[in-house]
Nanobody, 129 residues
């Protein structure tokens, strides 16, 4: 079964760091794909945070996290990472990774989560002050 599995969430104080991982169960779910990180809090829409094209490492970050978050990959492990530094309370959310065709990585600005066809179960990040 093709799937994405997130890990690395947890609780941290404001100003701290966390690293999330998104591991694909198969090459078909990883190679040449656009893998994105979204986050969502109750009652709000799912928000795109970062995207990376696994074919070449091209990546982009949402304005709200630029300078604090980085997205990277380890193709040998079929894993995409979201390194989150200088965390703020407003970063508290359920974080999801999602995959779709590489074209999704070239959509400028915000991207709708409906573009992505494969989703992980999510991992909770809680930032306290």
């Amino acid at each position: 079964q093709v799937q994405l599995v997130e890990s690395g969430g947890g609780s941290v104080q404001a100003g701290g760091s966390l690293s999330l991982s998104c591991t694909a169960s198969s090459e078909s779910a990883y190679s040449g794909k656009c893998i994105a990180w979204f986050r969502q809090t109750p009652g709000k829409k799912r928000e795109g945070v970062a995207r990376i094209y696994t074919g070449a490492g091209y990546s982009l970050l949402a304005a709200s996290v630029k300078g604090r978050f980085t997205v990277s990959q380890d193709p040998a492990k079929k894993t995409v990472y979201l390194q989150m530094n200088s965390l703020k309370r407003e970063d508290t959310a359920m974080y999801y990774c999602a995959a779709d065709d590489r074209a999704a990585c070239w959509v400028p600005g915000d991207i709708s989560p409906s573009v992505f066809t494969l989703w992980g179960q999510g991992t909770q990040v809680t930032v306290s002050s």
